[in-house]
């Protein structure tokens, strides 16, 4: 890390959660600072994890350390007191995501976050540091296809994935086009849901035509 500024900032979208994970690291640069307080702006698709801000101190060497639970660490700004030149504090803390603020809510496969934090002695500034995530949604469509064709099975399974990206959409219409030579029927088509729950209530209308498409 930078030896000299006494604010350090990382993150990283945690798969398991769908949450965004913070790390800020306090006075590795080895100063005194008489009123740490440390203030954490989010923007406004991100939004605090309730009883997610965990404090550690460290001392210089990051050999021994403890967790401080006396400090009001509901939200931000965090008020670390007086640290000594050779404690080091880290702050972790997670954030939820609120995708219909995030482009407009429209769907984007690559999404980029920005949190910043600044560091004060008392009233006066101290060090900022900022850190951006990356994260890469899922597929809203994607199709793949199989042949089963032998002596006595003449057929291909198709399979179209819809929304892996798991992102928020309205009245959904898939249209497929089959090429000539192929034929289907509504009993040919399974819908599944996630949990591969068979979906039943869809509106399927099949039209044949010069390229057959099915609705």
């Known amino acids: 890390g930078n030896r000299s500024n006494p604010i350090e900032k990382g ?10 994970d913070w790390t800020i690291t306090v006075n590795q640069s080895g100063g005194e600072v008489d009123e740490a307080i440390v203030r954490d702006e989010l923007p406004e698709e991100l939004s605090l994890v309730e009883g997610s801000i965990k404090v550690y101190k460290f001392d210089g060497n990051w050999q021994n350390y403890e967790e401080i639970t006396d400090l009001n660490t509901g939200k931000f700004p965090l008020n670390l007191g007086k640290v000594e030149s050779n404690e080091i504090y880290q702050i972790k803390f997670s954030t939820a995501i609120d995708w219909s603020k995030v482009n407009g809510g429209n769907y984007q496969q690559e999404n980029t976050f920005v949190n910043e934090t600044d560091l004060y002695d008392g009233e006066h500034p101290r060090g900022k540091a900022d850190a951006e995530v990356k994260h890469w949604k899922d597929t809203l469509l994607s199709k793949s296809g199989k042949s089963n064709v032998k002596y006595d099975d003449k057929t291909l399974t198709w399979t ?5 990206a798991k992102h928020q959409l309205g009245n959904v219409v898939l249209t497929d086009l089959i090429p000539a030579g192929l034929g289907i029927t509504e009993a040919d088509i399974v819908i599944k849901g996630e949990n591969e729950n068979e979906i039943t209530d869809a509106n399927i209308t099949i039209t044949p035509a010069n390229n057959s498409s099915v609705e």
């Not at 993150?11 to 965004?20: A, C, D, L």
């Not at 179209?160 to 892996?164: A, L, R």
């Open 11 to 20: 993150g990283h979208y945690n798969e398991k959660t769908g949450e965004i």
């Open 160 to 164: 179209i994935d819809v929304n892996k």
